[in-house]
């Protein structure tokens, strides 16, 4: 046996292994930073609140850097220069430069720091414009039941906005602790027990924000998530106006069967529809389901076999939510997934 072609062999591989390993690192840190595309991210900020946060980031990542460089600059000068040449310390000259770089640049980097972070809590805890619309929105676990003050309706993760105005959130929780956060148009604000929480939203351009409970819950604190969509201000009038309006009639023959199989069965004893005998205020109002961005709070994709699963058996789809398995007749599934998509 050729023993040293062997050993020759080997290292050959080893090295391209060795060559190989870079490149593997560097495709999969940018196939890894592909998933966070669409993601959303407090430092892209697109409302006046988010902005704040992100500035004052940035701020303390630069002063971070500033103040990483002069350490290391010191650390460099220690090792390098001090080593080198026999420097004496003359009498008086430590003291300064203690004085300097570890208590008065400190000290003035905090103050700074604080002083800014005050401004900022300030006008993060300003309220809007006593006249501005006033959106409720109830945690569940783990859903979000979104109405507006004064209107007789109510929808579910998912929350309309007018671009370019401030509008109050008051935020409620029927359980346990949940927080309500839109990364890009306002930090997280906690729903506390027995509590009523303010904060406001405001979109400088229009757009779908997700949002996200941010407090853990439970289970399926994962899947809380929901959409904030900023749009001009004649869209949300005419949101505010579905909201309030009775859902639309089934319009074909399986449509008219879907809504006898959802009044006849389970469906109506915690679900609600506005304009029928359904009134269940357990689960989420289905009066606009089918125009909704997902289901179970952004578990799964609004399509109907997405809603057909999840009818079926939702316990598949987001284990431990309060919705049991439906005894639903095959045959009568699709007449009640084409009334629901119908309900927009
Ligand atoms: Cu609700 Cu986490």
Redesign the pocket.
Known sequence: MDTRRDVTTRSAAERRRRQLLPVVVLGGGLALAGCSAGAPSALDPAGSGAGRVANLWWLLFWISMAVFAEVMAVLAWALLVRRRRDVRVRHGQPLRFVTVAGAGIPLVVLVTVYAVGLRDLAALGDDPDPRAPTIEVT?H??WWEVRVQGVDGATANELHIPVGEKVRVRLRTAD?L??FWVPQLMPKTDLIAGEVRETWLHAERAGNYRGQ??????TQ?AH?AFRVVAEPRQDYDAWVARLAAPAPAPRTDAQRRGQEAFLQGSCAGCHAIRGTAANGRIGPDLSDVGSRWSIGAGAVPNDGGHLGGWIANSQTVKPGNYMPPQPVDASRLPDLIAYLQSLR
């Open positions: 945690g676990k783990w346990v949940h927080s409970c941010a407090e853990y819950c439970g604190h809380m």
